[in-house]
Nanobody
């Protein structure tokens, strides 16, 4: 089971990027999916999370600018980032609570990280 993130890159301040993260492998179920970010010399922080039912939550600094969504049929979570600011620059990591069988408890899996740069 693995998560693979895509979509990072360079954006200008005020610009947009869309991140995606796809889960693959022997997956029985996926619970919460989320995005974290880590800027240089800073701790990793939760950016947004979405439950299996679609309930979302965001860190205050991105509310109104970022939107998390998921496609359960594709085992994929997205992060639409609009009105980007230089302080949004970081490596973004996706994660998901996943079960590989009905007899196993959920474990947290992490994607490999994708770098977002915001600069003019």
């Amino acid at each position: 089971v693995q998560l693979q993130a895509f979509g990072g890159g360079l954006a200008q301040p005020g610009g947009s990027l869309r991140l995606s993260c796809a889960a693959s492998g022997s997956i029985f179920s996926i619970g919460n999916m989320g995005w974290y970010r880590q800027a240089p010399e800073r701790q990793r922080e939760l950016v947004a999370v979405i439950t299996s039912g679609g309930t979302t939550n965001y860190v205050d600094s991105v509310k109104g600018r970022f939107t998390i969504s998921r496609d359960n049929a594709r085992n994929t979570v997205y992060l639409q980032m609009n009105s980007l600011k230089p302080e949004d620059a970081a490596v973004y990591y996706c994660n998901a609570d996943m079960r590989t069988s009905p007899w196993r408890t959920a474990q947290v899996y992490w994607g490999q990280g994708t770098k977002v740069t915001v600069s003019s």
